[in-house]
């Protein structure tokens, strides 16, 4: 009995001591230090090159189409930055567009060299397992996973140099799946992937740091309100014979409902990614979500997952 009394107070300073070295050392100095961002034709990566550029980094922003809206955007941003901000082409499947990235970095490093990599491009769709294709899960890996870890590995030595950070997009679906099972799977894979990341790179004096967002679809628009029309008519004779056209809507009502109840205060999200890459003593891991969404997580991490299966049991049932 007295010996969980030290236990307890050694337990409460290894919480407190984090936020203590917060609290009293300096704040980054973000000129000179550069960043590279993917997925910044919308969204948090859009938010996030804006955000970084106003403060005074150098901004390297990958987009898929660089001819498109959210491009246009960032480059009028740049036409008053001193050349600041450069948008450029980068799908992370492509090994090419990364090594391309990586020239250009190179290139245009500024004085105090390369500071962070924003692995933010993503991908979501809708539909229980046996509804999408081999295809989909393929992409749905390549771009979500693999594309983290293939700009990861090709940035990781002047990571290393510049003893910068390294922040990934993951999701509290990392905990849990409510109809997007396939972005689950790969939001968890890119957890364990950090894990491992974050303690070898500590020797090198690099932070690695995950940010878990709540639901911000209305924001991000990442995931289109779902067709059950479409869904039919994409499903295999076999998925036919098993599931009707009234389940189908049932669900696809379900989770655009789920969509339409998304923050569209996107700024929330970029606030944990600032402070990810600008804070001298970061997070591991910023969880941003409503109150019943960081309860679902809990009850997810602690209890046993029969209680799990039987709370998403019965909001699948509402």
């Not at 979500?144 to 140099?161: Q, V």
Request: hydrophobic share 45%; net charge positive.
């Amino acid at each position: 009995m007295w010996a969980a009394g030290p236990l307890l107070l050694l337990f409460l300073l290894l919480l407190l001591l984090p936020r203590l070295r917060r609290r009293g050392a300096a704040a980054l100095e973000p000129a000179g230090r550069a960043v590279l961002i993917t997925g910044c034709d919308s969204g948090f990566g859009h938010l996030l090159a804006l955000r970084l550029h106003r403060l005074g980094f150098t901004v390297f922003a990958g987009c898929l189409c660089p001819g498109g809206d959210g491009a246009r955007r960032l480059q009028r941003e740049a036409a008053a930055g001193a050349g600041r901000l450069r948008v450029l082409r980068l799908d992370v499947t492509r090994a090419r567009d990364v090594m391309a990235a990586k020239e250009l970095v190179l290139s245009h490093l500024p004085e105090r060299g390369f500071w962070g990599l924003v692995n933010n491009a993503g991908i979501s769709t809708f539909g229980e397992t046996g509804w999408l294709s081999m295809e989909k899960y393929e992409k749905f890996a390549d771009v979500n996973l693999l594309g983290s870890i293939r700009t990861t590995l090709a940035f990781l030595p002047l990571l290393r140099k510049y003893k910068g950070r390294i922040v990934f997009m993951s999701s509290i679906i990392a905990y849990f799946s409510l109809g997007n099972g396939i972005y689950s799977m790969t939001k968890a894979a890119i957890e364990k992937f950090c894990d491992a990341l974050r303690l070898e790179m500590k020797k090198f004096g690099v932070r690695v740091c995950i940010i878990q967002p709540g639901n911000y679809a209305r924001c991000t628009k990442i995931q289109p309100p779902v067709s059950a029309e479409e869904i039919w008519n994409e499903l295999s004779e076999e998925e036919k014979a098993v599931y009707n056209k009234e389940y189908i809507q049932e669900r696809a009502n379900f989770f655009n409902r789920i969509l339409s109840e998304g923050s569209t205060n996107g700024n929330e999200v970029v606030d944990a990614m600032v402070d990810a890459l600008t804070s001298p003593a970061p997070k591991a891991r910023y969880m941003v979500a409503k109150l019943k969404e960081k309860a679902l997580v809990f009850v997810c991490a602690l209890f046993p997952t029969v209680v799990m299966d039987s709370v998403l049991s019965y909001a699948l049932s509402k």
